[in-house]
């Protein structure tokens, strides 16, 4: 079983319309959690990171749920700009370095 | 800019070479991490330092890689005897200590073996 689980798509998407993405993780032990995005042949950007309590910003909201290892990232009022790969991260278990899902590719089409 | 930086951006040698890669942390950041990404794979973790000292290594880093951060600042990464299977995105990333771990990404270094 991987560590950290996406469905990679890709997902399209019309312009305007709300996107939720998912992803599973093995070890229970885990302590952070974040999502990161990233563009084709760039790095990694962080884009929040993922609290118990749920977190919103702006246009995106994040959400774990620890009991089903089960983390949430939803976009709402895409834009054209939101066109990307993203990743979802965690760390801890006994590991400091992140792991990363292999990431879902987002296209928003006009 | 006080973002991460990488150094060199791109590099090409050819196969059983020796190359060397330099990353510059944020300033403020203690903590310095070695990535590396491939095509269509998310960044898997191969070492890092916090300060000089080098905590954890990943079972990936295979010892012809070797990792330094002589003065808690830069770092760097070598690859001895490379081979074609080493052609990857090599990241680096740093965070501080005791601020949810939030860790940033320089703009990598893409290394081609031939």
């Known amino acids: 079983r991987k560590e950290v689980e996406q469905d990679p798509g890709p997902f399209n998407v019309p312009e305007g319309a709300t996107v939720a993405f998912n992803c599973t993780y093995s070890n229970s032990a885990s302590q952070s959690f974040f999502w990161y995005r990233q563009d084709c042949r760039k790095e990694p950007k962080l884009l929040m990171s993922?609290?118990?309590s749920g977190n919103e910003d702006g246009r995106f909201t994040a959400q774990l749920n620890r009991a089903s290892q089960y983390i949430s990232l939803l976009i709402r009022d895409s834009k054209l700009s939101d066109s990307a790969t993203y990743l979802c991260v965690v760390r801890g278990g006994g590991a400091d370095g992140l792991t990363f899902g292999k990431g879902t590719h987002l296209i928003i089409q006009p | 800019d006080t973002g991460v930086s990488q150094d060199p951006r791109h590099k090409i040698t050819k196969r059983g070479q020796n190359v060397t890669f330099r990353c510059d942390p944020i300033s403020e950041h203690n903590r310095l991490y070695w990535y590396r990404q491939t095509l269509g794979q998310g960044p898997e973790f191969l070492t890092y330092f916090q300060n000089e000292a080098q905590l954890e290594k990943s079972r990936l880093l295979s010892d012809r890689f070797s990792a330094e951060r002589p003065k808690g600042s830069f770092s760097t990464l070598e690859i001895q005897r490379t081979e074609q299977g080493d052609s990857a995105m090599y990241l680096c990333a740093s965070s501080l200590v005791g601020t949810a771990y939030e860790q940033y990404f320089g703009p990598g270094t893409r290394l081609t073996v031939t």
């Open positions: 993922v609290y118990s």
